[in-house]
């Protein structure tokens, strides 16, 4: 995390680049602020988000599952299960978001609404969900999750880190 001492001395290069706007870094943690003083309870979401989504780029790595003895033929039907699992998490969440006030009962719901949210984004016919009446059909497309799926949570993930590492809040609440 880039910060700024209370003599005004900074930790890193003024030059330093973001790598998502490609302009030097405009914002970091002054003297005295936090991670949590700065993101206040967005903090805990983003760590939530960080936490599933290592969680899904895990159970597609083949090199990871081997680790926990997961042999070849049977970690793809892990992936699957685990990415449609969270999608599945994602709708549930809503039942944790109050519309009147505007916000998330619990971080790790709205997080995980966030994942859905991106899936959904990652285009391509990676995720659909198809509405008709009172029924909902989910389509996860397995044969997407390594071209389309893990590059968008990969995405995802940096930006989280950037916008942590940047304390850059207001680019996070557009986010």
Not at 46 to 51: D, M, S, T, V
Not at 146 to 158: C, D, K, M, W, Y
Request: one cysteine or more; charged letters at 25%.
């Amino acid at each position: 995390m880039l910060h700024e001492s209370a003599d005004g001395n900074k930790d890193f290069d003024v030059s330093l680049q973001n790598p998502l706007t490609s302009d030097t870094v405009k914002s970091w943690y002054k003297p005295g602020q936090t991670y949590d003083s700065v993101f206040g309870p967005m903090g805990s979401t983003f760590e939530e988000c960080r936490a599933e989504c290592v969680g899904l780029v895990l159970s597609h790595d083949k090199e990871f599952l081997k680790v926990l003895d997961v042999d070849e033929e049977k970690s793809e039907p892990i992936t699957y299960v685990n990415w449609i699992y969270m999608v599945e998490n994602g709708l549930r969440a809503l039942q944790y978001y109050d519309s009147d006030k505007k916000k998330w009962g619990q971080a790790h719901m709205q997080a995980r609404f966030g994942i859905l949210k991106t899936l959904l984004q990652a285009g391509e016919g990676l995720l659909t969900l198809d509405v008709k009446e009172d029924d909902l059909t989910i389509k996860l497309d397995r044969t997407k999750i390594t071209s389309v799926g893990v590059p968008a949570i990969n995405t995802f993930l940096q930006k989280i880190q950037i916008y942590k590492a940047t304390a850059d809040i207001e680019a996070a609440k557009k986010f």
